[in-house]
């Protein structure tokens, strides 16, 4: 969608960007030419990681997501926080995908914890459950939408999610629904696509934001969470450097 700037936008135009992600902006004097593109509706996006679910453990594997996602949680401290807490700690995966960033999370830790995790895709859940259960989880899965998590306030010590937030129109209202289901002194731990010319593909094929790390850790102040970290993330040696982990605490 391109819309030029320069005077009052209808409703309609107004309701329409809202639901629009922004892909790049050029200014003419006292023009903008903003061209932004309708992500995909949530069905769709189920239906894409449907039809790619079981090519997606060689995609994990040329990605190297579980060395690329281990840096930045020890980076975060979020293992030393975790390993604090009795007798198991709690931990939301959203947008679990085929369970990497689990995965990674839980082999950095000492003893069992309680995953739990929600992808809108059934065939990504039935790959998350084989996978996970292969490295020794026993994860509780459940199809819902980031936006609307299927569980009670301040339910988790660590709420996260790998490229997730970039597929969604609104990703501040996504954070603030993984921020309601996270306890106080939690953290959040996100991951997601960078401007890159790996990220320009990714944005072509999905649709979706590249997100500067100036708006990653705006978001999460806008979000009144503290302690706030980012680390740029290597995806192997194909991808480069196209992803940015940041993460936060929520204030006791």
């Known amino acids: 969608m391109t819309q030029l700037e320069n005077k009052g936008l209808s409703s309609s135009h107004t309701a329409a960007m809202e639901q629009a992600i922004p892909m ?30 079981g090519k997606w453990a060689r995609t994990a594997r040329r990605f190297d997501l579980n060395a690329a996602y281990r840096e930045p949680l020890l980076a975060s401290q979020i ?17 679990v995908g085929n369970g990497s960033l689990s995965i990674a999370l839980d082999s950095l830790m000492k003893g069992p914890n309680d995953y739990y995790a929600v ?5 990504m859940l039935v790959q998350a459950k084989s996978v996970m259960r292969h490295a020794g989880l026993r994860p509780h899965l459940q199809q819902a939408d980031v936006m609307s998590l299927p569980y009670d306030d301040q339910s988790f010590d660590v709420v996260m999610a790998a490229h997730v937030l970039e597929h969604l129109p609104d990703p501040q209202r996504a954070l ?18 960078r401007p890159s010319l790996f990220g320009a593909l990714v944005q072509l094929l999905w649709r979706t934001w590249a997100i500067t790390e100036q708006e990653g ?12 970290g980012y680390q740029p993330v ?18 006791l």
Do not use: N
């Not at 850790?217 to 706030?228: E, F, G, K, P, T």
């Not at 290597?234 to 204030?251: D, V």
């Open 24 to 53: 790049t902006s050029r200014r003419f004097g006292s023009w903008e030419v903003l061209i932004s593109r309708r992500p995909l509706s949530t069905t769709d996006l189920a239906s894409r990681y449907d039809a790619v679910s």
């Open 79 to 95: 293992v030393i926080d975790l390993m604090q807490v009795e007798p198991q700690a709690r931990i939301l995966d959203c947008g």
């Open 119 to 123: 992808d809108t895709s059934t065939e």
């Open 176 to 193: 603030a629904e993984m921020i309601r289901v996270l306890k106080p002194g939690g953290m959040v731990f996100l991951c997601v696509t």
């Open 217 to 228: 850790i705006a978001w999460l102040h806008a979000s009144q969470l503290v302690d706030v």
């Open 234 to 251: 290597r995806l192997g040696s194909f991808a480069g450097f196209a992803s940015t982990a940041f993460w936060a605490r929520r204030p």
